[in-house]
């Protein structure tokens, strides 16, 4: 049986979104801004809703959710602080509901292959500008990818190279035994390529499809994925904190 389904957000990745969800749900409703959100949820008899807004939205919309006791799925990441996603999953667990944060990456089968002491993520992709919020639209995924080797980091620094002109962009981290993770970042190629210690991230599946049935079906691990969120969270705020920059 399909579960009863709304979507807030009507941007390009919203409308991505509402491609699959039109398969695999019913999907009751689909918004954008919009001030009626909870009348909508509460009309509707809705098991889960997918918030696919502006990160700075996130909190509020997955709290308003979450307080009556709907199931979210929420696109990364879930808020910008630790205090705030915390918050948010000691509500979900109080309520009963469920809370997954979309970890795309975490549905690739390829592994890259892990040298012992340096580890290489290269990404080319057109993006239109370079705004504040580029760690948690790109770097996020490879933050994801590499999770069960930077969450064993007891302390590190880390040191950012960037040229706006050409939209290059290179975060160089070294950790207190000396292992390394270079992340380079080529913004302004229209040819897309990405890459792990040489290994082309890609995949043939529907991955984004076999996610979002994954949760529907509540065939995932929720209380991994949360905690896995606020980790990333930490992380890319503590990159933020120490970086060093270089031209």
């Not at 509402?18 to 909508?40: D, H, P, R």
């Not at 239109?128 to 996020?140: P, V």
């Not at 302390?155 to 070294?174: D, P, R």
């Not at 991955?207 to 994925?225: A, D, F, P, T, W």
Request: aromatic content about 12%; charged content about 30%; hydrophobic content about 40%.
């Amino acid at each position: 049986m399909k579960l009863n389904v709304g979507l807030i957000g009507k941007g390009n990745w919203g409308k991505i979104i509402e491609k699959k969800l039109n398969t695999l749900s019913n999907l009751k409703f689909v918004c954008g801004k919009k001030k009626s959100y909870l009348k909508l949820i509460k009309s509707s008899n809705i098991h889960w809703v997918f918030i696919v807004t502006p990160n700075k939205t996130h909190y509020k919309l997955v709290k308003m959710c979450l307080d009556n006791k709907v199931n979210v799925f929420c696109e990364k990441p879930l808020c910008l602080t630790t205090i705030q996603a915390k918050e948010l999953i000691k509500i979900a667990k109080k309520n009963k509901v469920k809370l997954f944060i979309s970890d795309l990456y975490n549905f690739y089968t390829n592994k890259f292959k892990k040298n012992e002491s340096t580890t290489e993520v290269y990404r080319s992709k057109f993006v239109n500008g370079l705004d504040n919020e580029f760690f948690f639209r790109l770097m996020y995924h490879d933050i994801s990818i590499l999770y069960k080797h930077l969450n064993k980091l007891i302390s590190f620094t880390c040191q950012i190279f960037q040229n706006n002109l050409e939209k290059k962009f290179q975060l160089v981290i070294v950790s207190s035994n000396k292992k390394r993770f270079t992340f380079f970042y080529d913004l302004k190629s229209k040819k897309k390529k990405h890459l792990i210690n040489d290994l082309q991230i890609k995949s043939k599946k529907d991955i984004l499809k076999e996610m979002i049935n994954n949760v529907l079906k509540k065939r995932v691990n929720y209380y991994q994925n949360n905690q896995k969120a606020i980790f990333i969270i930490k992380f890319i705020n503590e990159i933020k904190k120490k970086a060093k920059y270089a031209n």
